[in-house]
């Protein structure tokens, strides 16, 4: 079983930064693929980015390409989501999540079967 826990989330204006960071506890995830999603207000929960276990793949949506960026440290156990550009619309609950079913597609939540709790992210204009 593992644990993930999602930190690095606050109020930034608009064109700011932030770096989310995701532990794991538990047991390794060095083998593994994990992934970011969120969530924003009325909304469903949507993919943002993927990360290979080696971090030699990475996919992001269409919506933060350029801007985000996933990485990981596996002697850390941990997962990270460089954020630049940030825009009002990158307003929600992020989560980290790792990924246990391969037959399903990298950004579908149901590809994921164990997710932390979330960081909340408020971008101000």
């Known amino acids: 079983q593992v644990t993930l826990v999602e930190s690095g989330g606050g109020l930034v204006q608009a064109g700011g930064s932030l770096r989310l960071s995701c532990a794991a506890s538990?047991?390794?995830?060095?083998?593994?693929?994990m992934g970011w999603f969120r969530r924003a207000p009325g909304k469903e929960r949507e993919f943002v980015a993927h990360i290979s276990w080696n971090g030699g793949n990475t996919y992001y949506a269409d919506s933060v390409k350029g801007r985000f960026t996933i990485s990981r440290d596996n002697a850390k156990s941990t997962v990270y989501l460089q954020m630049n550009s940030l825009k009002p619309e990158d307003t929600a609950v992020y989560y980290c999540a790792e990924r246990t079913i391969y037959s399903n597609t990298y950004d579908a939540p149901g590809s994921y079967g164990y997710w932390g709790q979330g960081t909340q992210v408020t971008v101000s204009s």
């Open positions: 538990g047991r390794t995830i060095g083998n593994v693929a």
